[in-house]
C-alpha cells in the first residue's frame, strides 16, 4: 500500500520569501514522486517529478523538490515567492512497478501569497 | 493541442438526469484514468484503462457509474441517476507506462459536474 501526507493544508508566505510546501509518503517499493499544482477552476499541472535518478530535482517555474529516502519525504521548496504560485499543490506517489496501479495524492496544500 | 482534452467541462444537471463525460487521451498513451475530486480533497483514484481494458475500479464507483474505452482511444464516463453527491469535479489523465519509473501522467482540465 502506498500514502502520501502532506504536512500543511494551508501555507502562507510573502512576496519574494522562500516557499517550503512538505510532503511525507509511504510506499512499499521504490516510488516515483510527482509534485502537480492546480490553480482555481483548473486542471492539475505537473511541476516536476523523481524517478530514481538524482535526489534533488528541479521543475518548472524555480521549483525544486528534494528525495530523502531515510526520511520518506519529497519536500516542495522555491527560493522566491511570487504572486503567481497562489494556487494547491499536489504530493503525488505513484507505484507503477508493482499491484498498486493508480496515483496516490495528498490532500493538498493551498499556498497564499502574501504582496 | 496535443494534451489530454475532456467535454464538456462544465455541466449543470437536474437529480436523477444522466450526464456522459468525454476524454480524449494524448494519442500514443495506452493508459487512461478517472478521478473525481471535490472541493478542498485531493483526486481520488475512480478506474483506470490499458487500451480498451478496464483493468481496476475504485469501491468509489457505485453501479450508477460506467466507464468504457471501446477502442483504446477516447473514453466516456457516465453517470446514472445522479445525485446532488455526484457534484465534482471529474479528472481524466493518461500515460504511456515504460519499464521502469518515471512516467509523467498527463491531466485534463477536468470536467465540473453541478447536480441541483
Known amino acids: 500500500a502506498q500514502s502520501v501526507t502532506q504536512l500543511d493544508s494551508h501555507v502562507s508566505v510573502s512576496e519574494g520569501t522562500p516557499v517550503l510546501l512538505r510532503c511525507n509518503y509511504s510506499?512499499?517499493?521504490?516510488?516515483?514522486l510527482f509534485w502537480y499544482v492546480q490553480h482555481p477552476n483548473k486542471g492539475l499541472q505537473l511541476l516536476l517529478k523523481?524517478?530514481?535518478?538524482?535526489?534533488l530535482v528541479k521543475g518548472i517555474n524555480g521549483f525544486e523538490a528534494e528525495f530523502k529516502k531515510s526520511e520518506t519525504s519529497f519536500h516542495l521548496t522555491k527560493p522566491s515567492a511570487h504572486m503567481s504560485d497562489a494556487a494547491e499543490y499536489f504530493c503525488?506517489?505513484?507505484?507503477?512497478?508493482?499491484?498498486?496501479?493508480?496515483?496516490?495524492f495528498g490532500s493538498g496544500t493551498q499556498l497564499t501569497v502574501l504582496p | 493541442d496535443t494534451g489530454v482534452s475532456q467535454d464538456p467541462r462544465h455541466k449543470i444537471t437536474k437529480r436523477g438526469q444522466n450526464v456522459t463525460f468525454r476524454c480524449d487521451p494524448i494519442?500514443?498513451?495506452?493508459?487512461l484514468y478517472w478521478y473525481r475530486q471535490t472541493l478542498g480533497q485531493g483526486p481520488e483514484f475512480l478506474t483506470y484503462?490499458?487500451?480498451?481494458?478496464?483493468?481496476?475500479k475504485s469501491r468509489l464507483l457505485s453501479d450508477r457509474f460506467s466507464a468504457e474505452r471501446p477502442k483504446g482511444s477516447f473514453s466516456t464516463l457516465e453517470i446514472q441517476r445522479t445525485e446532488q453527491g455526484d457534484s465534482a469535479m471529474y479528472l481524466c489523465?493518461?500515460?504511456?507506462?515504460?519499464?521502469?519509473?518515471?512516467?509523467?501522467?498527463?491531466f485534463g482540465e477536468g470536467s465540473w459536474l453541478t447536480v441541483v
Open positions: 523523481y524517478t530514481s535518478a538524482a535526489t
Open positions: 484503462f490499458q487500451n480498451e481494458a478496464q483493468l481496476e
Open positions: 494519442s500514443e498513451h495506452n493508459r
Open positions: 489523465a493518461s500515460i504511456t507506462p515504460r519499464t521502469g519509473y518515471g512516467n509523467t501522467i498527463y
Open positions: 510506499s512499499s517499493y521504490s516510488p516515483s
Open positions: 503525488v506517489v505513484s507505484d507503477l512497478s508493482g499491484s498498486a496501479r493508480q496515483l496516490t
